[in-house]
């Protein structure tokens, strides 16, 4: 008999594929194999099948048009609210005109953008807060808009106030930037040496180094010796850095009345103020005062100080006072019973006249320096962190890193009674100042800026046809439904979306320079 004609059995050698009836058996040599695993066409151009699948299936509903236009003033936020509820429109007398239900609307809820200022959680509503902030501050300084008066005589000083120092830490200095360097973050300029001479320290750590750090240096802002370094005072600074400002206030304060009592005047000072991390973890503030004087008839009028007054006179003011002032806290027991001493930094103030004559810093570049900063939180630091609680302190309070430490000492320091704010913000090492405060009549308010959006929007690009009384004619009775979009397909598409609305936007705008007639033309090109 032929090995054609031999039955088929199934031996230790051969192979049984599928179970019961539908059971086929084959010779180890003819074993099929698996054909190569190809991949998805989505996933090739770097995007999740699934996230695609969701997308087609939005844009076949047959409701992709109204749901586009539904979700298109948050378009571009990454987390926008969904909100559900009734909207009530009333005429002038106050009867009811309209109810409009959310539940007609696509996907049975309103969407409304998240307002986080912070550009690494939306970048797309942090930009909103920057150019808010930009506004404000240059309606602060050059006037003219607003309501505000023309403020251009009036003088203006730009600080930067430290904070004192806990410990060596490796830092980055660049003596000299080269022409064409614009940005701190992505400097590439000849830094100097780190630390050139040192000794070692009790614990065995040499306190010297040779490098010239780069920006992105992990090692910039951390301690030589982890246990010489006073994480303790660091995050109790941080905390009590608020009320060393309002202290700070004050004190110039007297200061500038006694120096108006001196020259015979009346003068006021209005401020505005910007905190930013340093990357060992400490905050310093960078603030923008302006001296006015006062109008006997009219207290609440903003005018320029009296010329006798110089910008010398005011520097020297602040100067003063931030040298001054300085306090004790509250006793706290991991600190033998007493208080830490909360003062500024030995190196002094920085400080910048706006708009000097001769001088280089103009009013744009350091408007939007500090507008820059409202939108960072911890990143200087090298990490962002969320709230931190009893479940997830053990995670980030690692002992063998600088930003542990930190987490860790607010985190018993805030168990004593009275200081429980620092364990609200140890993700933030100790700190829960706003980003940005300011003094009333220094310019107008982040809630104004607000107001006037909605009232663009409103009235569809026509402003001057506001009226007050229509703030009262659409009563929200809205409800918090959920936060995010529905799925991660509506997400681009969304965002997709809002690019290129802002692409368009963008060409319209080179159009339009490019049609406008050049005003250094020569006179015969007409």
Request: with cysteine; net charge positive; aromatic share 8%.
């Amino acid at each position: 008999m032929s090995s054609s004609t031999l039955p088929l059995t199934p031996t230790t050698t051969s192979l049984v594929v599928g179970a019961g009836e539908n059971a086929e058996t084959y010779w180890p040599w003819a074993t099929p194999k698996a054909g190569p695993i190809r991949e998805h066409p989505d996933a090739r151009l770097g995007f999740d099948p699934a996230e695609v699948a969701s997308a087609r299936r939005r844009v076949r509903s047959g409701e992709f048009p109204e749901w586009l236009d539904h979700i298109s003033a948050v378009a571009s936020c990454t987390r926008p609210i969904r909100l559900s509820g009734q909207i009530e429109v009333k005429n002038r007398d106050g009867s009811l005109m309209h109810v409009i239900d959310t539940a007609s609307m696509p996907d049975g809820v309103i969407y409304t953008p998240c307002g986080n200022r912070r550009a690494s959680v939306c970048p797309s509503c942090a930009e909103v807060y920057r150019r808010d902030t930009f506004q404000i501050l240059r309606a602060g300084l050059e006037g003219n808009r607003y309501g505000l008066p023309p403020l251009d005589q009036h003088i203006a000083i730009f600080l930067t106030a430290t904070a004192p120092s806990f410990g060596p830490v490796h830092h980055r200095v660049v003596k000299t930037h080269a022409a064409d360097c614009k940005s701190r973050e992505r400097c590439t300029c000849r830094a100097s040496v780190c630390r050139p001479f040192g000794n070692t320290c009790p614990h065995g750590a040499e306190i010297r180094c040779t490098l010239r750090h780069k920006t992105t240096d992990p090692a910039v802002g951390t301690p030589f010796c982890l246990d010489c370094y006073d994480h303790a005072g660091h995050v109790v600074w941080n905390q009590q850095a608020t009320e060393l400002w309002r202290r700070t206030v004050q004190e110039a304060d007297r200061e500038l009345e006694r120096l108006g009592k001196r020259l015979g005047v009346d003068l006021r000072r209005r401020y505005v103020k910007v905190y930013e991390f340093q990357a060992r973890g400490v905050i310093h503030y960078h603030a923008i005062f302006r001296l006015d004087g006062y109008h006997p008839d009219c207290p609440s009028a903003i005018v320029p100080a009296d010329r006798i007054v110089t910008r010398a006179m005011f520097a020297s003011v602040l100067e003063t006072a931030f040298r001054k002032t300085s306090f004790v806290t509250a006793a706290h027991p991991a600190n033998g019973g007493k208080g830490w001493r909360i003062a500024w930094g030995s190196k002094g103030l920085d400080l910048k006249d706006i708009n000097a004559p001769g001088g280089d810093d103009n009013m744009v570049k350091l408007t939007g320096y500090l507008a820059k900063y409202v939108t960072k939180s911890t990143e200087a630091t090298g990490q962002v962190f969320r709230r931190i609680d009893e479940m997830t302190i053990e995670l980030f309070a690692r002992p063998d890193t600088h930003l542990g430490r930190l987490i860790q000492a607010c985190w018993d320091l805030g168990e004593a009674e009275g200081w429980q704010r620092l364990r609200r913000y140890a993700h933030q090492y100790g700190h829960g100042g706003h980003i940005t405060t300011k003094s009333r009549g220094f310019s107008v308010t982040y809630t104004y800026k607000r107001l006037e959006r909605t009232i663009w929007r409103r009235t569809q690009g026509y402003p001057h046809l506001w009226d007050d009384q229509e703030a009262d004619l659409v009563v929200c009775r809205l409800g918090y439904e959920a936060t995010g979009w529905i799925t991660t397909g509506d997400a681009l598409l969304a965002n997709s979306a809002a690019d290129a609305a802002r692409r368009r936007d963008h060409a319209l705008d080179l159009a339009d320079l490019d049609q406008a007639p050049s005003a250094t033309a020569h006179p015969r090109a007409a």
